[in-house]
């Protein structure tokens, strides 16, 4: 039975990891190079962001006074506001020679209101490797395969886990250090397993809530817990000002940023100016690490007077917990130290997928292919469960396994079966094989 099993297991493992490889190692390069995307910005543009600290920031009027002076033409959406005295005002602004959707931003020296020059908000080198690994610039086709592989990772995760269960507890070597001074290609399986276990609950972690910014399993995840996969609804609801008004008034708008920063000291202030006459001043405090937004202020345009606020604190545990999403998924949750950690786990994840493939590719027999064989005996009952456990909460797996599952049938339809000589190895030659586990 365990033979059956280990076979069975170790099948899907090389399947799904050889198919996979390709995606993940596009997802886990482009995740390695976003980790750090504000860092390399700042650097990238460090006459931009950074300023001489004055002793207090002037009103965030007088700053945005300052912009439309030295550009009339732009006009000005959404001001950022940073704590730090040494880095830029930002103000997004809509330019009529931009096409409509363009985030153009104009950066100034919160205390001195000089203009330190103009800018794209978003770095066009991020906004590509951003849409690679949401979409392999293959539009909504692209994201369904970036989902189906984030989905299969679990299998390879859960089967990597069970590929690895030593035999016995009290071995190290081959287990949980690698076998330095041994073949390389023992060297290289210990570092492929071993490196595994180790991120996997990393790893884990960043293909669950890399599935909340996905199509399929979304709509099912809502479908199934009230759209707890949402953004929290109160966090985007925006009141109206009491009195409406033509313009944007600066008492105003200095009093809600005075009002924001006094509530939130140490978070940054995004303040989106209203658009039409009965629009409110809409401000969301965010923090470099802890939940993506740590606040929202709705306050009145003419008076200043706040109408409204919403603290994460205050929300249902599943709109809280929703906040952690993107924080966790990007490694920000607690500041540099998760960066670096996700970062690590990126490369890990790439590094699996090429040493598994030169593992398959320097094992395989010569003239042959090196697939392992299937398994006539009957699937054990725990693997079915987890099976179809993991079709059920992945709804892509579920959908490939039906489209593998036909396409074998057919195969095997209308094709001889090929002999065990032309076939592959049997799983005596799995990296994982038990006989070749353990101390050496």
């Known amino acids: 039975m365990f033979h059956s099993l280990y076979r069975r297991v170790w099948r899907w493992h090389f399947w799904v990891g050889l198919l996979a490889c390709p995606v993940l190692l596009v997802l886990s390069i482009t995740g390695a190079l976003y980790t750090f995307r504000e860092e390399i910005e700042n650097w990238q543009r460090s006459d931009l962001t950074f300023v001489e600290s004055g002793s207090l920031a002037l009103p965030a009027s007088t700053q945005l006074a300052a912009a439309q002076l030295a550009y009339p033409d732009w006009k000005p959406t959404r001001i950022t506001l940073s704590p730090d005295s040494q880095k830029a005002t930002v103000i997004l602004v809509d330019r009529p020679d931009k096409p409509a959707g363009t985030n153009w931003a104009v950066f100034v020296n919160p205390a001195t209101a000089a203009i330190v020059g ?149 978070d940054t202030l995004t303040i989106q100016l209203p658009k039409k006459a009965e629009d409110s001043f809409q401000i969301t405090a965010r923090h470099g690490s802890g939940p993506s937004v740590s606040g929202r202020l709705s306050v009145d345009r003419s008076s200043g007077t706040v109408l409204g606020e919403q603290r994460a604190e205050n929300l249902s545990l599943p709109e809280q917990a929703r906040l952690y999403v993107l924080p966790i998924h990007m490694g920000t949750i607690g500041g540099s130290g998760t960066k670096v950690l996700a970062f690590l786990a990126c490369l890990v994840l790439a590094g699996l997928g090429i040493s598994g493939v030169w593992m398959w590719l320097r094992r395989r027999p010569m003239g042959a292919t090196g697939f392992p064989r299937s398994s006539d005996s009957p699937v054990p009952k725990a693997a079915v469960i987890t099976i179809v456990w993991l079709a059920v909460v992945f709804p892509t797996v579920g959908l490939s396994l039906i489209s593998v599952l036909v396409g074998e049938w057919v195969f095997h339809r209308f094709t001889r079966r090929v002999s065990p000589n032309e076939s592959a190895v049997d799983t005596a030659n799995s990296p994982y094989s038990p006989q070749l586990r353990g101390p050496s």
Do not use: M
């Open 118 to 266: 103009d800018s794209d908000a978003r770095s066009p080198f991020f906004t590509t490797v951003l849409k690679i690994h949401r979409t392999l610039f293959a539009g909504t086709f692209g994201r369904i395969v970036v989902e189906s592989t984030t989905s299969w990772t679990f299998v390879l995760l859960v089967s990597g886990v069970c590929l690895w269960w030593p035999q016995n507890w009290r071995h190290v070597s081959g287990v949980w250090l690698p076998r330095l001074r041994a073949k390389p290609y023992t060297v290289l399986r210990d570092l492929h397993s071993i490196a595994g276990i180790l991120f996997a609950p990393v790893l884990g972690l960043i293909a669950f809530t890399g599935l909340f910014f996905t199509i399929v399993w979304l709509w099912s995840f809502n479908a199934v817990t009230d759209n707890a996969g949402n953004f929290p609804r109160p966090l985007l609801a925006a009141l109206p000002s009491a009195v409406a008004g033509s313009g944007i008034q600066s008492n105003a708008l200095d009093r809600a940023a005075t009002e924001a920063s006094e509530r939130y000291p140490h």
